[in-house]
């Protein structure tokens, strides 16, 4: 087992807890910062250890493209490539066929697509997917799995789960066969679109190959929050607490509070960088626009309860003229912010489980973050 | 005086000495690297300060449209509003007037311009530059000037250099005027293209100014490598030695090393900046590009002689990724190295000059620098 509770919070189900994996122990519940193309986007390793970051996600998709398995191979994995000595968590790359591939055919086989890139024609099967992660050396692999969009039919969401579930145990088969010295533990992805009973049967199916952690997929897709809580409750209940638990695509803090206090452990999500480099920064009070007309004197920092470095030195107004001007410092600053931000929510957040509190500090964290968006109703759409 | 000398090569010009400024003192020869919008792109100010900088340029003509008089003003100057504690030089916006500017027209009262931005009509003349330097709070303040391409004729060039010089005068009398708590010294800029006799002429004008300090304008414009060391060192000998000597627009190890053994004292270049940002890297063996297919599978750094953060941390091969997939992180780490390698370079000539040994310092490191760079054909073109 990998996952060890520490505490629990009374009221819910929120935990806290550690991660035991080959490249040191991570404290949970624990944010993971996206490194698509094996960096963090518009900061640097060193920044990223300084706030505690010892776990970060690699999208195996983008890495199979660039640099691709020769240089990674050569280059000694992902981890010597990218000179990041802690934690790799990577994706199984279906999302991103998915999302971003101009064509794709599904078989039982595997998927067949065309590169995003250049519309090279290309092959992954559940095989391969754990072959090219085994030679990234992740520390957490995901297997190839089948993630549907909302709307679609009852069979077909039924079809997408049997699928899921046997490329799972081939992703099993083949990753027990290739135990290396880098060790990885394969997770599980449990889909089941928004059918209660395909996730429950996509939880079962998975379960029984006791597999080393459990992920949710396929929620944080474009459904009303309402609809995100029911699905995420119902998904987190599936999975036996001895697991770590992982929903996939989550990283504000509204959703952040709601998937712990559902028992996730783990989550990841592009939104804190990808913004930040958009001028939208993360503060206790809501998000904040560096691009408005309303911070242009503004000498505030962009959060002036936050420490972090970006915050200790430089003014909202001064972040306007980086982003107006297109400046790479903008991206820099901002998404340094952005990311402390939400390693110190996490922070609390363990803190308060701990300290048995975790409801109250939920309820007074979000009355802060919502009161003045309130406010700000032209902010409201993005998350 | 604000500049004083400490050693002096026995065999050449070459001399140490500090700047004594307002926001502190500067060893000298020094590299000033340019933060055309209130930034040095790609880095932040702790990086700088980390790499021993005291002293930056920033863009009189940028700083103007953007962020403009008013956001400065109201937030305290530049040093405040870019959060920078140590010393600013900035040009006069002539050059960038003339460089960027899609129409401008000069009278004697000052220049005609449109914004290369929006296109909005906008005049400077010598007075307003030193009072928007003055908001600024510039350590060291340029006047306008009259730049002029290579390959005019005489009478033209005699023109920009009589006018150059009534502007100098003007600017002085505002400066004088304008003494505010922040100090801050006013430089005067040598011009007269491409002819001795107006080199010299404007310098004596010029001279009769008293100005605290003298830069060399209209050098390494395009021209050959010996019309630059004969127009430089024609020029830096008219430049009393109790002044500072500031050469404009250079910065690669060749121009410095020229430029210091003929006895300048400062000098400025986006070009260590700018081409970081599209992968050119300064190695002890000469430039590297970044991007080639020969560094796709290189575990070296940039620079094996070099210890800077990037160095100690990252390879070639990952750098070739990062620019290859146009990540931020390639201009960040490679805008860093690129100036801890003139950093370094600098403290290495102080070294040699006040070990009396500048001259065969020079020359072993040429040898080094250019013998690669033999090999590396494809790379001469740029500088």
Chains 1, 2 share one sequence.
């Not at 060193?46 to 660039?66: A, K, M, P, S, W």
């Amino acid at each position: 087992m990998i996952f060890s509770a520490q505490a629990s919070d009374p009221e819910s189900k929120a935990r806290t807890g550690h991660l035991d994996l080959p490249h040191g122990s991570v404290e949970t519940p624990v944010f993971m910062p996206v490194g698509t193309n094996a960096t963090v986007k518009a900061i640097t390793n060193e920044q990223l250890e300084d706030l505690g970051i010892r776990l970060v996600l690699g999208n195996t998709y983008h890495l199979f493209l660039r640099p691709g398995l020769e240089v990674l191979e050569r280059c000694g994995g992902l981890h010597s490539f990218m000179s990041w000595e802690h934690n790799i968590l990577t994706d199984s790359g279906g999302f991103q066929i998915f999302s971003l591939a101009p064509f794709r055919k599904i078989e039982e086989e595997g998927v067949m697509f065309r590169s995003h890139l250049d519309g090279t024609s290309l092959r992954l099967t559940p095989e391969e997917v754990v072959d090219f992660q085994r030679v990234l050396g992740s520390d957490v692999l995901m297997p190839l799995d089948l993630c549907t969009p909302p709307g679609i039919g009852e069979q077909e969401a039924l079809d997408a789960v049997e699928l899921t579930t046997r490329w799972a145990g081939r992703s099993r088969s083949r990753w027990l066969q290739s135990e290396q010295n880098s060790g990885g533990y394969l997770f599980g992805i449990i889909q089941g679109n928004f059918f209660s009973h395909l996730r429950r049967r996509s939880a079962e199916q998975l379960l029984e190959l006791d597999l080393s952690g459990y992920a949710i997929g396929g929620l944080s897709v474009g459904e009303s929050f309402p609809v995100f809580q029911e699905y995420l409750s119902l998904s987190a209940e599936l999975i036996p607490e001895h697991y770590p638990r992982y929903l996939m695509g989550v990283g504000t803090p509204e959703y952040i509070l709601e998937a712990v206090e559902q028992g996730i452990d783990m989550f990841d999500c592009v939104f804190p960088t990808r913004t930040a480099r958009n001028a939208q920064a993360f503060t206790r009070r809501g998000p904040l626009s560096l691009k408005t007309e309303a911070v242009k004197l503004d000498l505030e920092p962009i959060d002036p309860e936050c420490s972090c470095t970006t915050c200790r030195r430089y003014s909202r107004a001064y972040l306007r003229h980086l982003f107006k001007t297109k400046e790479i410092l903008a991206a820099m600053l901002t998404t340094q912010h952005n990311l402390a931000f939400l390693q110190s929510l996490l922070v609390s957040i363990r803190r308060s489980i701990r300290e048995g509190c975790f409801r109250s500090f939920k309820e007074s964290y979000l009355r802060g973050y919502r009161e003045h968006r309130e406010n700000q109703n032209e902010l409201n759409g993005e998350r």
